[in-house]
């Protein structure tokens, strides 16, 4: 009698064991949650004080309620001045543009929308009809291309650097750089700059360009997180990665890193809830 009794209590034990994982993990990977960093610079425009944008990566066709019901009512929630999208919105394994356009076509009447390619996109076969129908629905292609954001006549420079694979071109991703700011400098000089770029880790060649504000995604915030250490592996950082999430300081530049909403390879997030980024500009002479 003891031991059917301690039979079925550990049987129990390990069912409800079982179901709290489940549930763990299926908050862990579709409880979005929204990561708020106030940003400052002297160098930004009184125009563009309280500027708020919306930093979107990494996506991966993952789907956040039907029609993504769910993002698109976040995004309304923040009411961003302007949505980057930091690249992997589809995934090269299993692409389904549709998923991406379903929230891209919604929060294009909220703000508009600014995108670099992600590796995934530069992998697909696909990016060709994904990138019609971001053209179509009006969404700004960025990648290598600058343009002024202008607000009561006063001017910040935003670029994009499309996906740079394979990273060994170091001296062609300086010279694209190069080329954007120098298409721009005779337009405003000493501008404020912005870089929307897939890649975390050529936060070095970012800060050589001097660069202000850069948004990146990639890194999937090191997939598995451990409290108070960080994330255990990110590609093209390895085991331990220095660049997962938040903000990074380089000479003058300062790095954002979305740990993003969807997964590729690895199915599942530990510690490391999908994330919207909103960066809100300043020009009070705080440090950033």
Request: charged fraction near 20%; hydrophobic fraction near 40%.
């Amino acid at each position: 009698m003891k031991l059917r009794l301690y039979i079925k209590k550990n049987r129990l034990l390990l069912i409800s064991t079982f179901v709290s994982l489940i549930l763990f993990f299926y908050w862990q990977n579709n409880d979005i949650t929204i990561t708020t960093i106030p940003y400052s610079n002297e160098k930004i425009p009184e125009a563009f004080q309280g500027f708020k944008i919306l930093q979107v990566s990494d996506l991966h066709n993952k789907e956040f309620g039907r029609n993504q019901a769910k993002l698109v009512k976040l995004t309304k929630k923040i009411k961003p001045d302007i949505i980057v999208i930091t690249g992997d919105m589809i995934d090269s394994h299993h692409t389904n543009i549709n998923i991406s356009m379903d929230y891209i076509r919604q929060v294009l009447k909220i703000a508009p929308v600014y995108f670099v390619t992600g590796n995934h996109e530069k992998w697909s076969d696909k990016y060709s009809e994904l990138k019609k129908q971001l053209l179509e629905a009006g969404t700004v292609i960025m990648d290598n291309q600058a343009m002024l954001l202008t607000r009561n006549k006063k001017s910040i420079v935003l670029m994009g650097l499309g996906d740079p694979f394979p990273l060994t071109q170091k001296e062609e991703i300086n010279e694209c750089l190069s080329k954007m700011a120098d298409s721009v400098s005779n337009q405003v000089a000493d501008t404020f700059k912005i870089l929307i770029s897939h890649r975390p880790e050529l936060i070095d060649i970012y800060a050589a360009n001097k660069i202000d504000l850069v948004f990146c995604g990639h890194a999937h915030g090191g997939q598995f997180r451990i409290p108070f250490v960080g994330g255990i592996y990110a590609p093209n950082q390895g085991f331990l990665p220095k660049y997962t999430s938040g903000l990074t300081l380089k000479i003058s530049t300062s790095m954002v890193v979305s740990r993003g909403l969807g997964n590729s390879v690895i199915p599942v997030r530990i510690f490391n809830r999908p994330e919207l980024v909103v960066v809100t500009l300043s020009n009070t002479k705080e440090n950033h």
